[in-house]
């Protein structure tokens, strides 16, 4: 599985972006898909995921109510619409895939490139 993440940029705080995460080679259906964040000299973490059902997310607590994660099947495409923007928002947005259904870097077997978040204040 490829993914390409898009979307990234600059922002104001309070702002809206929303990132994109295309899959090829195969369907995002099998998966479990997450966004991961980084930030400098800081661990990354994941943000929001979605269960390969899509029957069930999750959120970290300092996204929850501002973030929502969703995928389209027929596009092959997950999304994370980020909404009320904070400067602390700002870090390298991931997007992964895997077959597990954990909240670790080690339960997702394939990787986005990143995509550039920075909320300005």
């Known amino acids: 599985v490829q993914l390409q993440a898009s979307g990234g940029g600059l922002v104001q705080a309070g702002g809206s972006l929303r990132l994109s995460c295309t899959a090829s080679g195969r369907s995002l259906g099998s998966y479990a898909t997450g966004w991961f964040r980084q930030a400098p000299g800081k661990e990354r973490y994941v943000v929001t995921a979605i269960h390969w059902s899509g029957d069930s997310t999750y959120y970290a607590d300092s996204v929850k109510g501002r973030f929502t994660i969703s995928r389209d099947n027929a596009k092959n495409t997950v999304y994370l619409q980020m909404n009320s923007l904070k400067p602390e928002d700002t870090a390298v947005y991931y997007c992964?895939?895997?077959?597990?259904?954990?909240?670790?870097?080690?339960?997702?077997?394939?990787w986005g490139q990143g995509a550039q978040v920075t909320v300005s204040s």
């Open positions: 992964a895939a895997g077959v597990g259904s954990g909240r670790t870097p080690s339960d997702y077997d394939y």
